[in-house]
């Protein structure tokens, strides 16, 4: 409990305790979902980790002002989302992705890599809204009416967006080959 306490910069008492606890087992279930989610929205694992960690800080700090506790995941996907946003934004160079897929001959590893280069650079060529749905629904498996929750749009504009972005990437991937 105190290593929570150190973690959170504050003492502990009943009430912050479950916050704590709370939220900590919210982290422990989804950090490494929403590492993903923000790896593939910012393309590097330094600023991943930053934007996660921010998120479950103000997720923490925000805690007692929750209406619907149960839709603590929804707001901490929000978060993630609006913080890799702010990184985006404030960046002066072109996103470049740093995961490599694993390597199974030289060859896979070229082809793989260069699909995949080639996918996330198309990705990120998307406007932010269309790049959000896209990596929402195929990348974090979410439903559409989740993807509305954690956007905070209506399911039909995911569906539009979602179809539009489809379209765009698809021509554009053809205009690279």
């Not at 996103?95 to 996330?120: C, K």
């Not at 060529?125 to 929402?136: F, G, H, N, Y």
């Not at 629904?137 to 972005?165: D, Q």
Request: proline letters at 3%.
């Amino acid at each position: 409990m105190e290593a929570e306490a150190v973690v959170f910069g504050r003492a502990m008492d009943g009430h912050s305790e479950d916050v704590a606890t709370a939220v900590t087992a919210l982290y422990e279930g989804h950090a490494l979902g929403l590492m993903r989610l923000a790896l593939v929205m910012v393309g590097d694992r330094p600023t991943a980790e930053d934007v996660v960690q921010e998120a479950f800080l103000g997720l923490y700090r925000r805690w007692p002002h929750l209406r619907d506790r149960d839709r603590a995941l929804t707001y901490a996907r929000s978060a993630v989302l609006n913080g890799c946003r702010n990184v985006l934004r404030r960046r002066r160079l072109p996103f470049r992705a740093e995961h490599l897929p694993p390597i199974w001959s030289a060859e896979a590893a070229a082809i793989v890599g260069e699909d995949r280069r080639e996918v996330m650079t198309a990705l990120h060529r998307l406007p932010a809204r269309q790049r959000e749905a896209l990596v929402l629904r195929y990348f974090c498996e979410l439903s559409e009416a989740e993807i509305a929750e954690t956007m905070r749009i209506s399911r039909g504009t995911v569906k539009s967006t979602t179809s539009r972005a489809m379209a765009t990437l698809a021509r554009m991937l053809r205009e690279v080959q």
